[in-house]
C-alpha cells in the first residue's frame, strides 16, 4: 500500500503500532507496460506469467470505523 505523505490516511497510519489494523480504500494501480512485456515474451518465459501482478494500493482515505 502506498499512503501520500501528509494526506489524512499517512498521518493515521502513523500513530499506529504493530498488530494494529486499518480499514482504508483505495485505488489499484497496475503496471500494464510490464503484464505486456510478459505476454509478448511468454512463449521464451512462460514461467513470468506465473508472477505475482505488478500493482499497489494507492489509499485514497479510511473509514469512519477504524477496521476495529
Keep these: 500500500m502506498v499512503f501520500v505523505k501528509d494526506t489524512p490516511p499517512d498521518r493515521i497510519v502513523r500513530d499506529l503500532r504493530p498488530g494494529?489494523?486499518?480499514?482504508?480504500?483505495?485505488?489499484?494501480?497496475?503496471?500494464?507496460?510490464?503484464?505486456?512485456?510478459?505476454?509478448?515474451?511468454?512463449?521464451?518465459?512462460?514461467?513470468?506469467?506465473?508472477l505475482p501482478l505488478p500493482y499497489e494500493m494507492i489509499i485514497a482515505g479510511v473509514y469512519e470505523d477504524g477496521g476495529h
Excluded: F, N
Aim: proline fraction near 6%; glycine fraction near 6%; charge should be positive.
Design 20 to 50: 494494529d489494523r486499518l480499514h482504508v480504500y483505495g485505488l489499484p494501480r497496475i503496471d500494464l507496460s510490464q503484464i505486456a512485456r510478459r505476454a509478448g515474451h511468454s512463449r521464451d518465459h512462460p514461467e513470468s506469467l506465473s
